[in-house]
């Protein structure tokens, strides 16, 4: 009889884990037959959670990257006074909890006479889908950031001094070479995000509240699903949220994660 | 011509201190120093990467210090090649015909252009190729290519030779000199190396902690160093100007009577030089083929930390490095005869 060991108790556990994580999924896919889950996932409000969240999760990863390219970009190619401070402030929504980001958002937007002014002129985030846009923008920027920024820091910055030679401005170097090399990078951390942002529940329930049909995201609808006992709609959109998952993963695998850059 | 004056700039651990320089119209110019003395630094401010703290940077009689790079009429190659790798050759040569003056150039100029320029550098083979598919000596003929087919007033040339194996080395610094007797592209040429400085050369400035310690030409700063830094850096000793003559498979090189053999096949007039560490020295002669040995007397003993110094006039004068120990076993005095050896392979001949 073979002898049990370390090696025997650390490949006991993996298998543990990996039938425990498999169960979570399993379940959950399996506790509807196919025809009701079908069923419930064409319903009108399923219907309605899934748009919400695939327009306002697109928006606010398009955001992501249109604020984190110039940003991270500058964190990666400059030196100031006071970086180590704006980068950590700027690390921050990573480790803070969504719900107490969501807090802040709905403080600033609500109460503030900035929010006040952006209500007046007609950008209205306080329970509105705008303020699941902003929620997700919120807590997903940092990632993002973070992810740019080790992009750039890996592309060699003479490319943009060799084409700045060549009769480029600044801007133009950097979209003739940087960017483009940075196009795993981008790709790699929109994934990310968005998926996330697709998922994301605390700062949005804290900003966008939980309105059944106007800010109603998949998350949102899982939640006001398993509140009011319809377990159904809940799975339905459980088990799309576990698609997208499924979705992310498989790109990140083929795309060889954020590791293949220049 | 090229001219910078008072150029100070601190940049993280470097600084440029008080640069002063004047490159001619057509010169190649090159800048020797170690590693780390600010020369990649000086290089890119001169191309306007950085903006000089104070100091002016004049490139024909314009004032560019406040230029960017793109107006500047100037080229850098780097070291390390930077060709885009999100391009063929063919577009990395053609970047700098986008830009500029050259913008909206008629396709079939830009081909012919593209052709000329490849077909100089001796590239044209591969102009379809992907940048990491070439060599290292074929990565940087296409650098080059795409520096000079914008003819810039300045060509700024990073080490350019420092990242290619031994022979490739060797023959892309004749391909430099080819190019630049051709286009007579003012440049400015850093590098660690003495003998690519003192082969490519019109004049060298020695830079060092980012100042610049000596300005003259190759000869100048070698026979005459103004400072013990530019002394042992240029620290090529037992250089001998003579005449060469090829035989057989090694060349003869008269020295002032003395007849120095060598392995490096070149005749004519040649200078030829032997590291002082690879000569050894004996009481009594050792005899082989392809050795050089001489009789001489030794005429100048200076004690260094570790080694000790001799030169040993052998009719021209030969300085020699010994370790401590071996100096001490040897018994040695002034005025003592006593034998030289190195081997045919052990001398360069620049």
């Not at chain 2, 008269?254 to 070149?266: E, Q």
């Not at chain 2, 401590?324 to 005025?335: C, N, V």
Request: charged share 20%; proline share 4%.
């Amino acid at each position: 009889m073979q002898k049990i060991g370390f090696k025997q108790i650390t490949l006991f556990l993996m298998i543990l884990l990996t039938l425990f994580i498999f169960a979570l999924v399993l379940e959950i896919i399996t506790h509807t037959d196919s025809v009701s889950l079908a069923t419930n996932v064409v319903s009108p409000e399923i219907q309605f959670a899934i748009r919400l969240s695939l327009m306002t999760s697109v928006i606010s990863t398009l955001m992501c990257i249109f604020v984190a390219i110039p940003v991270s970009y500058s964190l990666a190619r400059y030196n100031f006074p006071g970086k180590t401070l704006i980068s950590t402030i700027l690390d921050l929504p990573i480790a803070l909890p969504p719900i107490v980001a969501g807090l802040g958002l709905l403080l600033v937007f609500g109460t503030t006479a900035a929010g006040q002014y952006l209500a007046d002129i007609g950008l209205k985030f306080v329970f509105t889908p705008l303020g699941i846009v902003m929620a997700q923008f919120t807590v997903n920027i940092s990632l993002m950031l973070r992810i740019m920024r080790s992009t750039f820091e890996g592309i060699n910055p003479r490319y943009e001094h060799v084409a700045q030679t060549l009769g480029c401005t600044p801007f133009q170097a950097f979209t003739k070479t940087t960017l483009p090399l940075a196009k795993n990078g981008i790709l790699a951390g929109s994934v990310i995000t968005w998926s996330r942002g697709m998922g994301e529940f605390g700062a949005v329930l804290m900003l966008a509240g939980a309105t059944r049909m106007k800010t109603e995201t998949l998350p949102i609808a899982l939640y006001l699903n398993m509140s009011s006992g319809e377990l159904d709609l809940a799975i339905a959109a459980a088990t799309i949220l576990i698609l997208i998952s499924g979705v992310t993963l498989y790109l990140f695998e083929r795309k060889g994660g954020i590791a293949k850059l220049y | 011509m090229i001219g910078v004056k008072h150029l100070e700039k601190k940049l993280g651990d470097f600084t440029l201190e008080g640069i002063n320089l004047s490159v001619k119209e057509g010169e190649y110019f090159c800048i020797l120093g170690p590693t780390g003395s600010g020369k990649t630094i000086l290089l890119e401010t001169i191309a306007g990467i950085y903006n000089p703290d104070a100091g002016s940077i004049i490139i024909n009689g314009d004032e560019v210090s406040s230029l960017l790079p793109k107006d500047r009429k100037i080229s850098m190659v780097y070291q390390d090649f930077m060709l885009f790798p999100n391009m063929n050759v063919r577009k990395n040569i053609a970047f700098g015909l986008n830009y500029n003056s050259f913008q909206g150039l008629e396709k079939a100029i830009i081909a012919e252009k593209v052709k000329e320029t490849a077909e100089l550098l001796g590239i044209y083979h591969l102009l379809e190729r992907d940048p990491s598919t070439l060599s290292g000596g074929e990565k940087q003929r296409t650098a080059i290519a795409r520096a000079i087919i914008t003819e810039p007033k300045l060509l700024l040339l990073d080490e350019p030779l420092s990242a290619l194996d031994t022979g490739t080395k060797g023959r892309l610094r004749q391909e430099l000199l080819r190019i630049h007797k051709l286009k007579k592209t003012t440049t400015i040429h850093v590098t660690h190396s003495f003998e690519e400085a003192f082969t490519l050369a019109d004049r060298i400035a020695i830079m060092h902690g980012g100042k610049i310690h000596q300005i003259g030409s190759p000869d100048e700063v070698f026979r005459k160093p103004n400072s013990r830094f530019v002394a042992d850096f240029v620290g090529v000793e037992n250089l001998f100007h003579g005449k060469a003559v090829v035989k057989d498979d090694l060349a003869e090189i008269y020295v002032n009577g003395l007849k120095i053999i060598s392995s490096i096949l070149r005749s004519g007039d040649v200078s030829v030089s032997i590291r002082p560490e690879d000569i050894l020295i004996s009481k009594n002669p050792i005899y082989s083929s392809a050795t050089n040995a001489f009789t001489g007397t030794l005429t100048e003993i200076s004690r260094m930390r570790s080694t000790v110094k001799l030169v040993i006039d052998a009719g021209i004068p030969f300085r020699v490095v010994l370790t401590k120990r071996a100096y001490d076993d040897m018994e040695l005095s002034i005025g003592a005869d006593v034998y030289l050896t190195f081997k045919a392979s052990a001398t360069h001949i620049i």
